[in-house]
């Protein structure tokens, strides 16, 4: 028991350690520019059922799914219950780390 206890904490403690270090990995500061030009078009006014940039309310239950799982499903796009999401905001030309970047910055403006 006391065994399978540790092993336990021990994976806990990693799976924070990793999210500490996704965090690190992106840049919200270069994010604002992608944001500007291309995420703003809905987050900005909640268009389509976007959540707003700054709308806190709105924001806690999604950034509660981790910085990971938000870039992710950014990057593919996804369906969900206020509206569409298009992949990579719907411009094809961004970059995996250009996308991770200006979800940072949304989430960054949004807790
Ligand atoms: C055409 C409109 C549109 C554009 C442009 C857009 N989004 Fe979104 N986004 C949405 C909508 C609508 C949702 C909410 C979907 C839902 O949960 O029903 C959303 C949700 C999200 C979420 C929350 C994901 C979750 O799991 O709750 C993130 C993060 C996000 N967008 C990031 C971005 C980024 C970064 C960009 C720019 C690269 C961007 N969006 C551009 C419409 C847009």
């Keep these: 028991m006391s065994r399978f206890f540790s092993t ?3 994976a806990l403690f990693v799976v924070s350690m990793t999210s500490v ?4 990995a992106y840049d919200a500061a ?6 500007d030009t291309t995420c703003a078009a809905c987050h900005k006014g909640g268009l389509l059922g976007a959540p707003k940039l700054g709308d806190k309310a709105a924001w806690a239950p999604r950034i509660a799914q981790g ?11 996804f369906q969900g219950k206020t509206g569409t999401m298009p992949a990579r905001g719907g411009d094809a030309k961004l970059t995996d780390a250009q996308v991770g ?6 989430v960054g403006q949004s807790k």
């Design 8 to 10: 336990v904490c021990c």
């Design 21 to 24: 270090d996704a965090e690190a």
């Design 30 to 35: 270069a994010g604002q520019k992608t944001y």
């Design 67 to 77: 910085l990971d799982v938000l870039v992710s499903k950014s990057i593919k796009g």
């Design 101 to 106: 970047n200006s979800v940072a910055y949304l």
